[in-house]
């Protein structure tokens, strides 16, 4: 194979028995990283830190938040959205690049696909916080109650439920079929009686035939087609929570298009964000290349473009309205209160993502890091202006108020960090990070073609 | 297995030797420690039932006790409502010429003083505990020098009180002790010869720095009678209002000139002379003479001396004695200063705080070798007495007095003292070492005597009922020709000293409702300030928050500063009635002491302030962060001369709305009622009286400062104020806003849980047990008047004291955390008036429902009612050309619609 070694998918000179080795040792071989304890040391104290700001709010009220009136929405649903946007990379790498063939995709798939699920689980949790009363979550489901009472339908809120948990759902099957073949594997190379049990249980009698295969093949395809419409209609629905309001600045049909851009950008950024210290730590360079990374960050260009073109056309349609409640608010968040937040989002996923247009940035793990990091804070900050200024001074100017974050968001907000990376802390010491047999797969489909 | 040996051989046999006798006496101990292990698990509170059941009581229905409440020593007539036994809500007594139904912030914010937990609840004799029986014992023997020495050193210092049994008393305790002298000291009592205005008579008003429809004796009345000619018309009235800080009465003037004192002396003696600056207002005022009036306390003379040229006085305003009875403040502090006074009783009152500090009053009470106060608080002055007894409230004792036209009211109690206290009656009656006796007794003995009649029992019983004593008015006193010549006024930076339209003078400091209560103007809530216009602000180089240090004749005091659009410049406004120190527990330390830089020689201020910045800031915190408009056309302004010509005009502007029929959806119909409310922006002064009504009604919770400032104020109808035309001269505009109860209501549509629904009569409701707090609704209220309770607000310190729960309204559900609230229409009212209908087979009749906002508004500027029924006043409003709904071009189709305010500016006045 003549491929240069940027552009490989797995670098040469592996086989079934060294691809296997080396990604199961990651979890196998003892002892355990000092790096890994530290890491999972910070990440379980931040976690620590959000139950406790979690179980102040319990005790005192959602008013320990910034939430006011007229910003009766804060950091909650900003971390929610933005939680939620950044599962969406996930889902975009193992559902729509499977079936559009891409191979690149095999070796970042299976912890984007973790990524996904934890991600969806802080961004679940945050809505329930966010809840005057939050023991009382379950009034959103459909059940039968006493009450004869059903949720009310034209909320998008009660239609967030709904994608949410689907995509949930979803999510978690696809991820653990996938697994399956690899926790096979896991409980064939384990030493210890403990591990085998375990893993003997979790991967569901796998031993490996052909009509094993045969089905699990059929059953993520399967599996890949049903998550597919769910990369467009979850953050669809969840821009619905906001475009269905009567609010400038959030009545706006661009949102569903331009939310999902926005949630793929984020997405491809985190899993940047992880794949770059995972490949170093682990040294795993040969398994996700340059390569990788170079596509990642193709994607977050182009999906950076689109959420540009989201905010060029949203501003200029505030103006081409003649709406004077949209054209305030878009002044105002240029110019009001909240300017820097909405330079800082320019700033972000503007212009820094112009960097990755330079082939240089796109394969140079350090800088392609930073931007990344870039976009992060961009799409936090870019949910963060659409909640709170497009609410902080809407129609009545006499109602007019400022929000600020009080210690206890900030908390939440730094604790659902802590909480996902101690996920995923977990999840890179008992899994293996990378698909084992989609490796295999590619290491014999090579090997086959360099013949 | 073996058998169970619980039951001995032998237990169920009947034992031979047991008698009769020993049998029942068995039974009868049984019995006896049976009932007595019985009662021990009772709760050891003795509930006494009905034997027979009071007339009239029944349990869930409220009853209405006419009485009054005082300010300034008049009387305003109010209802009380009760429910069994406790007073739930003030309203104003429609038989009483000072009230005519209506009321303000104080009177209803009284019923929270009442159940003040902080009152004062035990007679105190240097600071210790003591009884009342101690302190007649000591009266008694004092009393018996008094005998020999005529009272020579007794002195009596009271408020202004006009209350004819106490003034009988004095007068009886004078003539016993002939040595010994009353005292009056009402810390802002008006301050010239009264005058009694009758504005709905008059076609011109001119106020020379007069807050008339501000909170005072007749404020109430006068916002009334001035609202009654404020109806647009072929005559609607026309007024000017002169005045150097912003008042509720500028606001609703029609020509306002901004002037600090100087200028306004200046312009008084113009309208006297009829010319200079004031020429065009003097030739309107001669085209309406008989039917105009000047309006001044300041400038008493001047006033008079037009108005009497004019041919006013008689028929627009009538000039009366003062009531005044007691002797000056001056005399008393001169007589103490002498060492003349060895006894001084203070009856009501707090002169430490509130007297001038020229007095030094902390001084001047060590100089008394005996000092004993009665107040409803343990205040400032208590703490330096030596002996303090608690005074029962208003609303607990029988008293009576008299309002500002002299229409006496018998003042009943409507519950017994909840902190025992005695009333001013039983000390008086001590210090006449008169029997023992009851205040009712007192008060009902001194009516028999105005009424020996052998129908007194009848005349007594209706007087009691009415809230109001018919044709009494005893010796009409002739008024007083002279008043003082106003006091010329020297340029330079002034200070004026005001009223605070929250605390008045300090009495209501430890009211949280008032101190929640958003400044018509300011909306500065908790705090006061010193006000200034923004050129001044701007040459000393201030911005608001800073602190400055007020030097005013040789004292001073550190206040924030507040840049007050309409302020006139070179002027500093306090407001006084902060910086209290033993006003209780949410009283003491809010704001600064204005009453520090008032002397007796400049009891409302003057020239000669300084003001030097201190570099600190404090932060005052606001209901309202901005007062421009935005182009948004909420408050909708017309002149008369448009309106008789285009009628439509004031009302328009905003975008257009939908046409109902733009819509695929099937119309909505209400078949049955269709409640709707219009609100009067011509008539309304912006008193602010409808929110706190509306607080008492529906038992909103007090959220303080803090919470206020990251703007979670709970209030369920807020009057918005804007500025319009530029902050020097503005045109201040006063609106209301509860909610609008839309019939495309975009909360409804939003709310997962279906927690706010809409009903077949059109309300917008919240069920609050449903509701989860996601406050979707609260973002897409376009108007947002929801509020939200963000913390456990019903049991915060304001709310938590056992006396609050008293007082709730049981007909309105008490919110927990996590909850959206929001305006109901008063639907426990609809609800209670349906029922009555319904009862009686009969229609609901219009004006039959009464929201509490609407109850309490002096301006009469809010009606409700079914706009199904063509014939109803709201309905009638709606289709006056006036109507106009609030942001209606959102498609909400509001319910609450306004009537846009018109203006009667002279066309003369702005070519002079």
């Known amino acids: 194979m003549s491929t240069h070694l940027s552009e490989a998918v797995v670098a040469p000179g592996y086989d079934n028995e060294s691809v296997t080795a080396k990604i199961t040792d990651v979890v196998l071989s003892p002892p355990v990283h000092r790096g890994w304890l530290g890491g999972f040391a910070i990440a379980f104290a931040l976690l620590m830190m959000m139950n406790f700001a979690i179980g102040w709010l319990l ?174 209609s979850v953050h669809s629905v969840v821009s619905a929570d906001f475009a269905t309001a009567i609010v400038p600045g959030w009545h706006s049909t661009i949102f569903p298009p331009y939310f999902v851009a926005g949630a793929v950008f984020s997405g491809f950024a985190m899993v940047v964000t992880l794949a770059i210290p995972i490949r170093r730590f682990y040294h795993l360079e040969d398994f996700i290349t340059i390569r990788h990374l170079d596509n990642c960050a193709k994607v977050m260009l182009a999906t950076g473009l689109m959420i540009a073109h989201g905010y060029i056309t949203e501003a200029f349609m505030s103006w081409y309205s003649d709406d004077k409640y949209e054209w305030f608010m878009t002044q105002n968040r240029m110019f009001g209160p909240y300017a820097p937040a909405y330079w800082l989002l320019i700033l972000c996923n503007i212009i820094v993502i112009q960097a990755v247009w330079f082939k240089r940035v796109r394969t140079s793990p350090g800088l392609l890091f930073i931007v990344a990091l870039f976009v992060q804070v961009g799409m936090w900050t870019e949910r963060y202006v659409i909640v709170i200024t497009s609410l902080h001074r809407d129609f009545m100017p006499t109602a007019w108020g400022i929000f600020h974050g009080t210690r206890w968001d900030w908390m939440t907000l730094i604790g659902s960090l802590g909480l996902f990376a101690s996920l995923f802390f977990l999840f890179l010491r008992v899994l293996p990070a990378i698909s084992i047999s989609e490796m295999r797969d590619l290491v014999h489909q090579k090997s086959e073609a360099g013949r | 297995m073996r058998s169970c040996d619980e039951f001995q051989a032998g237990t169920g046999d009947w034992p031979n030797d047991l008698s009769r006798r020993r049998f029942l006496k068995l039974m009868g101990a049984s019995i006896a420690l049976a009932s007595a292990t019985g009662c021990t698990r009772n709760p050891p509170e003795h509930i006494v039932p009905y034997v027979r059941q009071p007339e009239d009581l029944i349990p869930g229905k409220p009853l209405y006790f006419a009485t009054a409440l005082t300010l300034g020593g008049f009387a305003r007539g109010v209802l009380v409502e009760t429910h069994e036994g406790r007073p739930t809500k003030i309203e104003g007594n429609p038989e009483h010429p000072a009230s005519l139904g209506a009321s303000d912030v104080f009177m209803q914010a009284e019923l929270l003083s009442l159940f003040d937990p902080e009152r004062s609840q035990s007679v105190l004799n240097h600071g210790q505990i003591s009884t009342w029986d101690a302190l007649s014992g000591e009266l008694i023997h004092a009393a018996d020098q008094w005998r020999n020495s005529g009272g020579a050193g007794l002195r009596i210092l009271s408020r202004h009180e006009t209350s004819p049994t106490f003034l009988d008393q004095v007068r009886r305790l004078l003539s016993k002790y002939p040595q010994a002298n009353w005292h009056e000291y009402e810390p802002l009592g008006t301050r010239n010869v009264p005058a009694i205005y009758h504005l709905d008579k008059a076609q011109v008003i001119v106020s020379l720095g007069e807050d008339f429809l501000g909170s005072g004796p007749a404020g109430l009345r006068y916002g009334r009678d001035f609202a009654r000619g404020r109806a647009p018309g072929a005559v609607m009235n026309r007024l000017y209002v002169v005045e150097s800080t912003p008042t509720i009465t500028g606001a609703m003037a029609d020509h306002r000139l901004a002037m600090s004192p100087d200028e306004l002396e200046r312009f008084a003696r113009d309208l006297e002379s009829g010319t200079g600056s004031a020429k065009a207002v003097a030739d309107d005022l001669r085209k309406h003479a008989g039917r105009s009036v000047v309006v001044s306390d300041q400038f008493e003379s001047i006033a008079r001396r037009i108005n009497e040229s004019l041919g006013n006085v008689g028929s627009t305003v009538d000039y009366v004695a003062s009531e005044r009875g007691g002797g000056e403040l001056h005399g008393l502090v001169d007589d103490i200063r002498r060492g003349a006074v060895d006894t001084l009783i203070i009856i009501s009152g707090n002169p430490l705080y509130d007297g001038p500090a020229d007095f030094e009053f902390a001084q001047l009470l060590g100089k008394v070798p005996r000092t004993i106060h009665l107040d409803l608080y343990a205040n400032e002055t208590a703490k330096l007495c030596h002996w303090h007894v608690p005074e029962t409230h208003t609303l607990e004792g029988w008293t009576d007095a008299r309002a500002f036209d002299g229409t006496a009211t018998i003042i009943q109690p409507v519950l017994e003292p909840l902190y025992g206290g005695r009333s001013r009656h039983e000390l008086l009656a001590l210090l006449l070492q008169e029997a023992a006796t009851s205040p009712y007794d007192i008060v009902r003995a001194f009516w028999q005597a105005q009424h020996p009649a052998a129908d007194f029992e009848k005349s007594w019983r209706k007087s009691v009922h009415d809230g109001v004593v018919a044709n009494w008015n005893p010796k009409p006193s002739a008024p007083e020709t002279a008043s003082p010549a106003t006091q010329p006024q020297a340029p330079g930076t002034h200070l004026l000293i005001r009223p ?59 206040a924030p500063i507040w840049i007050m659009p309409g302020q006139a410049n070179d002027c500093v406004t306090v407001h006084v009635g902060y910086g209290r120190t033993h006003a209780g527990s949410v009283g003491n330390g809010v704001g600064f ?162 927690a706010t629904v809409h009903s077949s009569e059109g309300l917008n409701q919240m069920v609050y047990n449903r509701c989860v707090g996601t406050r979707y609704c609260s973002n897409n209220c376009p108007y947002k008047v929801r509020r939200f309770n963000f913390l456990e607000y019903d049991a915060n310190q304001f709310e938590q004291p056992v006396t609050r729960k008293l007082m709730r309204n049981p007909n309105v559900t008490v919110r927990s955390r996590g909850v959206m609230e929001k305006c109901t229409y008063c639907v426990q009212r609809i609800n209670a008036v349906k029922i009555t209908a319904e009862k009686a087979d009969r229609d609901i009749r219009d004006g039959e429902i009464i929201p509490a906002c609407a109850q309490a508004c002096p301006a009469e500027a809010i009606s409700f009612g079914d706009i199904n029924d063509s014939t109803s006043r709201v309905a009638k409003l709606r289709k006056s050309p006036l109507n106009y709904g609030l942001l209606a071009e959102l498609n909400t189709r509001p319910r609450t619609t306004y009537l846009a305010r018109l203006r009667n500016p002279n066309p003369e006045f702005d070519h002079a």
């Not at chain 1, 034209?154 to 709904?162: H, I, K, P, T, Y």
């Not at chain 2, 099937?666 to 409640?675: E, L, R, S």
């Open chain 1, 59 to 232: 005790y005192k009220g959602v008013g320990i938040w910034g939430v006011n009136i007229p910003v009766a929405w804060g950091f909650a649903i900003v971390n929610f959205v933005w939680w939620i946007g950044i599962g969406h990379a996930g889902t975009f790498i193992s559902a729509i690049l499977l079936l559009l063939h891409q191979d690149w995709r095999t070796s970042i798939n299976r912890f984007a696909e973790a990524m996904t699920l934890f991600a969806v689980a802080c961004a679940g949790l945050f809505p329930l916080l966010h809840l005057g009363r939050p023991w009382l979550f379950y009034w959103l489901l459909p059940y039968p109650d006493t009450m004869d009472l059903w949720p009310q339908w034209r909320s998008a809120l009660v239609w967030d439920v709904f994608a949410v948990g689907t995509y949930f759902t979803v999510s978690l099957i696809f991820w653990y079929i996938g697994l399956v073949p690899d926790i096979a594997t896991m409980r064939d190379r384990s030493r210890t009686k403990i591990a085998q049990v375990i893993y003997g249980i979790a991967s569901l009698g796998w031993r490996g035939s052909a009509r094993h295969w045969k089905r699990f093949h059929m059953l993520y395809l399967l599996l890949a087609g049903l998550a597919t419409p769910l990369v467009l």
């Open chain 2, 500 to 558: 605070s339209s929250q605390t008045y003078d300090g009495r209501f400091a430890n009211n949280p409702w008032l101190q929640e209560f958003p400044d018509p103007f300011t909306t500065i809530v908790w705090d006061n300030a010193a006000l200034v216009s923004l050129s001044t602000a701007q040459r000393l180089n201030l911005a608001n928050g800073d602190v400055v240090r007020l030097k005013f004749r040789g004292r001073s005091v550190d």
């Open chain 2, 593 to 754: 002491n204005a009453f520090a830089v008032r002397t007796s020689d400049a009891m409302w201020g003057g020239p000669g302030l300084e003001i030097a910045k201190t570099g600190d800031r404090h932060e005052l915190v606001t209901t309202q962060q901005h007062w421009k408009m935005e182009g948004r056309d909420q408050v909708r302004v017309g002149t008369l001369a448009e309106f008789k010509e285009h009628p439509g005009k004031a009302a328009e502007g905003g975008e257009p709305s939908p046409r109902g029929d733009e819509t695929l959806y099937p119309a909505v119909k209400y078949d049955g009622h269709a409640w709707g409310m219009v609100i009067d922006l011509n008539t309304c002064i912006g008193c602010g009286a409808c929110t706190i009504a509306c607080q008492a009604e529906n038992n909103i919770p007090v959220v303080g400062k803090e919470q206020v400032a990251r703007g979670r104020e709970m209030h369920w109808i807020r009057v918005d104020r804007y500025f319009e035309s530029g902050l020097t001269s503005p045109w201040t505009s006063h609106q209301p806003v509860p909610c609008m109860h839309c019939e495309n209501a975009p909360c409804e549509l939003v709310c997962p849980v279906a």
